[in-house]
Structures are given as structure tokens and as C-alpha cells.
């Protein structure tokens, strides 16, 4: 099995930045896709970026340019670096992974708090 764990919320002032991180431990290997989501009060959890596969990259549309997923793969540690943040960026972040073994399933961590204040 997998486990994450974010670290790298807080609050930070509109136009700031604040890097995420996930580390990973467990059978990485059986890993297809690391994305991030977040939750606001209210709404529905949301695709925010991903790394797919062999490295593709997907982003949401309201943070392209702005936020940039990437992963260390010595450390077993995946990012998502944030600029340029909005007060609409305020949510609960949550690192997934997507695995393939022994059946497709998801794994969430447990979640970071980000505010934005305007």
C-alpha cells in the first residue's frame, strides 16, 4: 500500500506563494498518476494539477500559469509550488495517487490548509 503526506499550507496574502509537498512512502511502483485536489467550504473536491504516467502534465484551467506540479523522485516527494495566489485559491489541498495494483484505486492524504487573504 501507499501512504501520503502533505506538509506546506498556511496563510499567505493575496498575490503570495507557498510550495506543497507530498511525500510518498509504500509500493510506489504501483503508482499511475500523483495529482493534487482541493476542497473549498462548500463545494465539490477538485482536479487542481497532475503528473500522468510516464510525466504529461495536467492542469486545472484556473491555475494554469500560476501553479506548477513537479516531482523529486530520490526523495519520493511530489510538489506543487503556488504563485500568483488568489483569495479563490483558499481550500484544503490533498495529494492523490492513482494505483493500478492490485485494482485502480485512490489514495488521498490527510490534507493542508490554505488561506488566502485578500
Known amino acids: 500500500q501507499v501512504q501520503l503526506m502533505e506538509s506546506g499550507g498556511g496563510l499567505v496574502q493575496a498575490g503570495g506563494s507557498l510550495t506543497l509537498s507530498c511525500v510518498v512512502s509504500g509500493n510506489i511502483f504501483s503508482i499511475n498518476t500523483m495529482g493534487w485536489y482541493r476542497q473549498a467550504p462548500g463545494k465539490q473536491r477538485e482536479l487542481v494539477a497532475q503528473i500522468i504516467g510516464g510525466g504529461s502534465l495536467n492542469y486545472a484551467d484556473s491555475v494554469k500559469g500560476r501553479f506548477t506540479i513537479s516531482r523529486d523522485n530520490p526523495k519520493n516527494t511530489f510538489y506543487l509550488q503556488m504563485s500568483s495566489l488568489k483569495p479563490e485559491d483558499t481550500a484544503v489541498y490533498y495529494c492523490?495517487?492513482?494505483?493500478?495494483?492490485?485494482?485502480?484505486?485512490?489514495?488521498w492524504g490527510q490534507g493542508t490548509q490554505v488561506t488566502v487573504s485578500s
Open positions: 492523490n495517487a492513482l494505483m493500478v495494483v492490485p485494482y485502480p484505486h485512490n489514495v
